[in-house]
């Protein structure tokens, strides 16, 4: 599809926004004016395939330069997976099997398709070519860097610097992923803060294999709704890009004030001056408004009536009048009563005892809306119950 200058214009000066860093910008408006249909790269790390709105500060990128009549490649490491990416992490990542990496892999296109365009990006496995590698041909590699220069890796540096041990296998993480690009001719990658030393490792091996040096873009790293870590499923603090639109909705609530301006610029087009002043005219309106636009962009328009009306009613004490039914049936131990950490486990609120404890501990766990505070508590198996954890989870409990 042509579009207009202005149009072009537009989208380039979205594609920049926010950017941290950019290797080199001159090299960027040269490529987009180029004419020619660029290769845009991101590489997923498959031991994660469950996205959140943290991702989709690089997808809504990628998006951008779709629109613009470009190819995304969504490089899928499965073989870099078997390695284990060790940015940012204290000790070594355990390794995955090429079964895992792939079947991760999978989950990670359904859900970049939330935002991509299927039709125009492309997916590849790095194992078509990593594999392909013998000995001497990673020996080779490995001689396009010295160590000194890949311990400048904040995360090898002070792994070093506390004794902690480090693998010959992951100082070659770098080089290996930074081979993708040289695999693929990639003219622009872009990624995360926490990616910008192995994205420029891709940069200079390009360079060493005879290729143009491709462009590298960074971008920030999205908070989580604790206001502290960076948005994580594993810290419990993200929006998920396959949350129904009602948990969508409800945990933009818990934004942080101080923080919403930075879900504004980053997961939205929204106009930042404009995003300024709902903030500073009244906060919770300008959270409300931010729900709708997350709900809308991901679950349409139609969704956006539903989840208010649900977070509504759930801030008001109100239970849900749609809620899943589980039910469970009495036998030698379970009878009259049944507790509480059991039962958690039996309607999918918990998957441990121990979390089923942290639930309770942490005043997240009600009964017909009623706070448990008791670990040791039993429930009468008498009645159907309501069980909820936290805001957005509600279950009917059927006994028989």
Partial sequence: MDITKNKSDEIINLIKRDAVKIYSEDDLMELLQSGNKLKIKLGADPSRPDLHLGHSVILRKLKLFQEL???????????????????????????????????????????????????KTTIVYNSEWLNKMNFADVIKLAGKYTLARIMERDDFENR??????????????????????????????????????????????Q??????????MTFPILTGLDGKEKMSKSLNNYIGLNDSAEVMFEKTMKIPDDKL?????????????????????????????????????YHGDSAVANAINRYNEIASGKLPDNMETVIIY???????????????????????????????????????????????????????????????????????
Avoid at 84 to 113: A, I, N
Wanted: some cysteine.
């Fill in 160 to 205: 070093y610097k506390d004794n902690q041990p480090i693998g010959l296998h992951e100082i070659l993480y770098p080089l290996v992923q930074g081979y993708d690009s040289v695999a693929l001719e990639a003219d622009i990658e872009i990624g995360g803060t926490d990616q910008t030393f192995n994205l420029l490792v891709g940069r200079e091996l």
């Fill in 69 to 119: 009549g470009h190819e995304v490649i969504f490089v899928i490491g499965d073989f870099t997976g078997m390695i284990g990416d060790p940015s940012g992490k204290s000790k070594t990542r355990p390794s995955l099997t090429l079964e895992e990496t792939r079947k991760s892999g999978r989950s990670y296109y359904e859900q970049v398709c939330k935002i991509l365009d299927p039709d």
């Fill in 207 to 216: 360079k060493d294999y005879g290729q143009k040096q491709q462009v590298v």
């Fill in 330 to 400: 009495k036998n030698r131990t379970i009878n009259d009563e049944i507790w509480i950490c059991e039962l958690l486990k039996l309607v999918g609120l918990a998957i441990s005892n121990g979390d089923a404890k942290r639930s309770i501990e942490g005043n997240g766990i009600k009964i017909n809306n009623e706070l448990i505070t008791d670990i040791a508590a039993q429930v009468n198996c008498n009645n159907s119950i309501v069980v909820n954890k936290g805001r957005n989870k509600f279950v009917k409990v059927v006994f028989e």
């Fill in 261 to 297: 301006l930075e879900y504004f610029a980053l997961t939205t087009d929204f106009n930042i001056d404009t995003a300024k002043k709902l903030i500073a005219d009244d906060i919770r309106n300008a959270h409300i408004e931010y729900g709708k636009l997350i709900v809308s962009m």
